[in-house]
């Protein structure tokens, strides 16, 4: 009987160190195979399955449509994914695997600036193309590299639109109050922020980072308070922007603005938050209300895509679906453009296209990053997300100054 | 006059035996890189990573027994030796460990003189504190980089290769260190302090000297691994230098293997990487859950790890008694 | 003034729930010698059931505290009894590795039935404050204090009144004793362990009136409670209060700190877990067993 399970577990060693490189090969033939890492599991799961949704809408719309046609053949798309666990190492053998051993033909991004930096940097050694829609961290795109491509618009910009849209409103704000998460990607959106303000005579009153993670900001909260500012922003996640948002109302801060650069476009953030969510604002890289009208080939309106989009998983499209299926759009018109799956073709494709999809214009510059789309801000009013800026495609005003906490 | 039960030779570093396989077995591992694929490279240069900081965990953990929960301060700072090398101008694989090795030690030996006087629970727990206040403190110093990290520089073309063969090579160097520690008079004393450490003072071994001698080396180990995979990643950053993961991983490997033996380390991180890394390719999302069975049955019908089962004479019924011994 | 007065007030808030995520812990640490890597999975559990009976019943998170703290007491109770008792001998690594595992799969199974979603509670007093002194008191917070101090002081006086309270307390002193004299230990230990959860969840339940729920969230409360219960003494009730307020206080006050040297900007807010680190190992350095330990702990 020990002899049986020591066998066994000899068996097993070996097995398991060196049953890893038996797998199966790629789907070869007439069908276009993308890989993805994406948060299944820990801390990221919601957004890497946000992330999933875009990918997965964009290859059944494709599929459905007979396929994508790449010069005179037409290819059935797949999309074959792995679980991050939400953790950059982990999405770095991911990738590596992805190509090495699924051998597929294209990369599409992770949730996330950690996770996505890590990958990157396998698509360039590798020589893989990879287009993302959830990594806004610049940090990806300076470090030289050629073969990533991100359709949304950079972390620094997150912020600066709703001041943008805060001085010009009356009375003119004076004073701006910033937190940070102590993360790549919230520190950047600080940056440009604070850059923003002091150009724009607008008076930084406080601007700080607390950890990563952190599980009160009372402290936080009550230095903003000291502050007085007129405008309240917090540079960071979901659970940040819940949390400061809970700590505002407990301590009775009143400002006249109060936005956040991620969460108040997740249907979880009204879902949390309930009333107190009303007349947040927050940063968005896309929100239905926008009026592109893109070239043919997928939806051309946010409004279909948002229609469409229901219809598939039964929740309206937030700005992580839309610019996840944004990042696969770029891939189809690139290779479309491309006449071919020649990956330096298709990454010439990449850095030279410039299309107007459903999501905005889609357009790199030479560091691969897409800085010609505009952020739209949008606000919650009466428990539903509209978009209050700019003004050439807003649905709803800007309520402004917003009222005192419990009179919402 | 306490007696201190004399250790036999087997019991230090483990079958003999086991050791040999364990070293054709990182023969074996000398062939990877000729698979040409930079998925088994990184793979099983990953598994060698967790082997060698397993190995820096042993020591401390396993044959001192004395339990550290933050011996991933040590690879962090080897990773951040790195990249202040790399910022300076230095690219150089061996200038990155033997920095790693020098600050470590040095740090090692600072922070475990008052700490080392803690007993049990309270030095896990500020072996802990240590490893989450220098993660803080990291994104917190611009010379470091911050939370937006620091990138070394890559050397050479071939470069994966190197790396691979650079963690090999630490690896094996914790591997046979270890066996010969444990051989020595240094191991005797290490294993006396975890069995009575009154007793051990009373034969002559002075606690505090061995216990710090056990913790610095173990930190030198942790040190080169992180120099070596800081280079090789060509980034780091606070969550990467400290990750949970590289905490946790190394103890499991050591416990599942064989803690205070000299192969325990290395097949435990053959285990368990193997198996985290299959679990993963075949199950989507029920992984996780896979991966924490395999634990749990391992646990609750191993607790002494792999080489228990190695060593064992008496067949299924000694097995059975041996484990009733742990229950209430 | 004002300021200080209010980061006081915060640092009392925060610590107060971090006291009572600690004490399970410690308890069973202490008691049990087990590190209970679950804790932080149970507390994850304590705020779902929380979150489900407010979402399905209308249900006060204040009245599910007691429902949280059964559910998970018998839970606790089978895990203990059915799986930890096996190798709760084990020297601590085993079940060190054994409640990691326990963990992942209790989150990843939560991941399966409440989604990844991020959820909250939302009750009339949620926000709502009052000022003293110029300083602002949530009352959530202060309802979730008190609950928490009650929890504490309902222990303290249980295990050292109560016949099953003092058995365990013997049992932690020396096992060998306490069996001669009657006590069940597997029975006793299975209680501690059940404790311990139980403990967790009411703590999961009440944090639910001011942080959001997903299945992770127990992960930094699970590394808060386990430097909080060695900062204060372990095993012991008064220890975990006095660990988890300290706590509190100093990573409040760090806030207040904001410095330059030599051109490196040096933030108290971004260090106010590094400076509770430090007070941490300064205390175990200067007192060994913690700020209320005995010797013998």
Redesign the interface.
């Known amino acids: ?2 002899r049986t ?2 066998l066994f ?1 000899a068996a ?2 070996v ?7 038996v ?1 199966q090969a790629r789907a070869a033939g007439d069908t276009i195979v993308f890989g993805s890492a994406v948060s ?4 990221l ?2 957004e ?2 946000l992330t999933q949704e875009g990918y997965d809408f964009w290859k059944d719309y494709t599929n459905a449509h007979g396929g994508l046609k790449v010069g005179a053949k037409t290819y059935k798309v797949d999309i074959k ?3 991050d ?1 939400s ?4 999405a ?3 990738a ?2 992805l ?3 699924d051998k597929v033909d294209f990369l599409l991004g992770p949730y996330g600036s ?1 996770t996505a ?2 990958v990157a ?2 698509a360039e ?2 020589k893989i193309p990879m287009v993302e829609g959830n990594g806004a961290a610049e ?1 990806i795109f300076n ?1 030289g590299y050629k073969y990533t491509f991100g359709v949304l618009s950079p972390a620094k910009k997150y912020l600066q639109r709703v001041l943008e849209m805060a001085v010009n409103q009356k009375p003119r704000p004076q004073t701006l109050a910033i ?1 940070a998460s ?3 990607f919230s ?1 950047e959106v600080q940056d440009g922020a604070v850059t923003w303000a002091q150009q724009h005579g607008l008076k930084v009153v406080y601007a ?6 952190a ?2 900001v ?3 909260i ?2 903003i ?2 502050a007085n500012p007129d405008i309240i922003l917090n540079a960071g996640h ?2 940040d922007a ?2 400061v948002n ?1 700590g505002l ?4 801060v009143q400002a006249k603005i109060i936005g956040y650069s991620v969460g108040p476009d ?1 249907p ?2 009204v ?6 969510s009303e007349d947040i604002v927050g940063g968005a890289q896309w929100s239905e209300a926008v009026g592109y009208r893109g070239i043919p080939g997928f939806y051309r309106t946010a409004k279909e895509y948002a229609d469409a989009f229901d219809k598939q998983f039964h929740h309206r499209p937030d700005y992580h679906d839309a610019e996840s299926t944004a990042a696969c759009l770029a891939f189809q018109y690139a290779i479309q453009k491309a006449g071919s799956l020649d990956r330096e073709k298709v990454r010439d494709a990449l850095a030279s296209l410039s299309i107007t999809t459903f999501f905005g214009l889609i357009k790199f510059d030479n560091r691969g990053l897409n800085v010609y789309k505009p952020m739209v801000v949008n606000q919650i009013q009466n428990g539903k997300l509209v978009t209050v800026f700019p003004a050439e495609i807003a649905n709803a005003k800007l309520r402004y100054p917003i009222p005192v ?2 009179k919402r | 006059m306490v007696a201190v039960p004399k250790p036999r030779r087997g019991a230090i570093t483990g079958k003999r035996w086991v050791f040999l396989v364990s070293l054709g077995l990182m023969a074996g591992l000398l062939f990877v890189p000729a698979g040409h694929s930079d998925y088994l490279n990184l793979t099983f240069r990953n598994i060698l990573m967790y082997a060698a900081m397993s190995y820096g965990w042993n020591l401390i953990g396993g044959y001192t027994g004395y339990i550290s929960f933050g011996n991933v301060a040590f690879f962090g700072i080897g990773a951040y030796c790195s990249a202040v090398l790399s910022k300076a101008g230095v690219d150089n694989l061996f200038a990155d460990v033997g920095l790693a090795l020098i600050v470590n030690a040095l740090f090692a030996v600072a922070v475990g003189l008052p700490i080392l006087r803690l007993r049990g629970h309270y030095f896990g727990i500020a072996t802990l504190g240590v490893a989450l206040g220098l993660t803080d403190l990291a994104s917190n110093l611009d010379f470091l980089g911050g939370s937006g990290g620091a990138s070394i520089k890559q050397i050479g073309e071939a470069h994966f290769t190197t790396y691979y063969y650079a963690m090999w090579a630490v690896t094996l160097a914790c591997m046979i260190a270890t066996f010969f520690i444990a051989r020595s008079k240094l191991g005797y004393a290490f294993v006396a302090i975890r069995e009575n450490e009154e007793a051990a003072q009373v034969l002559g071994i002075s606690p505090t000297r061995y216990k710090v001698t056990a913790w610095a080396i173990g930190a030198m180990m942790g040190g080169a691994a992180g120099a070596v995979f800081g280079a090789a990643n060509g980034f780091i950053d606070p969550p990467t230098a400290f990750a949970v993961d590289n905490n946790v991983f190394p103890i499991a490997m050591a416990i599942l293997g064989g803690m205070g033996t000299a192969s325990g380390p290395f097949i435990g991180a053959l285990l368990l990487s193997g198996a985290n890394e299959l679990l993963q390719q075949h199950f989507l999302k029920l992984h996780a859950l896979f991966f924490g069975g395999i634990i749990v049955l391992m646990i609750l019908f191993l607790p002494r790890g792999l080489m228990y089962l190695v060593g064992l004479r008496g067949g299924m019924r000694r097995w059975l008694s041996d484990l009733a011994v742990f229950r209430v | 003034m004002q300021l200080v007065l209010q980061n006081l007030v915060n640092g009392i808030l925060s610590g107060g729930i971090l006291a009572l995520v600690a004490l399970g812990f410690s308890l069973v640490y202490g008691i049990m010698n087990i590190i209970n890597l679950a804790h932080g999975a149970f507390l994850m559990l304590g705020a779902y059931i929380t979150w489900q009976l407010w979402s399905t019943f209308g249900l006060d998170p204040i009245l599910a505290v007691p429902i949280a703290f059964v559910v998970l007491f018998a839970f606790g109770y089978g895990i203990q009894r059915g799986v930890i008792n096996r190798v709760v001998r084990a020297p601590v690594l085993a079940t060190f590795l054994l409640t990691f595992a326990l963990s992942l799969l209790i989150e990843t199974t939560a991941l399966f039935v409440w989604t990844g979603d991020t959820r909250g509670v939302q009750t009339a007093y949620t926000g709502a404050n009052f000022t003293l002194l110029g300083v602002t008191v949530p009352w959530a917070k202060l309802l979730t204090l008190v609950v928490a101090l009650a929890i504490t002081g309902i222990l303290y006086l249980w295990l050292h009144r109560s016949r099953l309270g003092r058995a365990i307390r013997a049992t932690s002193m020396d096992v060998g004793a306490a069996q001669m004299v009657g006590v069940r230990v597997a029975h006793v230990y299975g209680i501690t362990y059940a404790l311990g959860a139980g403990l967790a969840a009411a703590a999961g339940a009440l944090l639910t009136l001011s942080y959001p729920l997903t299945p992770t969230m127990g992960d930094p409360f699970l590394i808060k409670g386990f430097v909080v219960c060695v900062l204060g003494g372990l095993g012991s009730v008064e220890g975990a209060l006095v660990g988890g307020l300290v706590y509190g206080i100093v990573s409040s006050f760090a806030t207040q700190f904001d410095v330059t040297i030599a051109g490196q900007h040096l933030s108290g807010t971004g260090l106010q877990d590094v400076l509770a680190l430090v007070v941490l190992l300064v205390v175990l350095i200067v007192r060994p067993t913690g700020l209320v330990g005995r010797a013998t702990a």
Do not use: C
């Open positions: 009987m020990i399970i020591r577990l097993a060693l097995f398991a160190a060196f049953g890893v490189p797998t299944l599991t820990g801390s799961t919601k890497g399955h994914y792995y679980d666990e953790k950059p190492n982990t770095q053998t991911l590596e695997r190509i090495d051993q950690g930096f890590t940097g396998v050694r590798k940090k470090q937190s102590s993360d790549a520190l700080n980072k607390y950890p990563d993670g599980t009160d009372s402290s936080v009550s230095a308070k000291a979901l659970q819940i949390l809970k109302k407990e301590q009775n997740t979880d953030f879902g949390t938050l309930g009333k107190d906490w419990g």
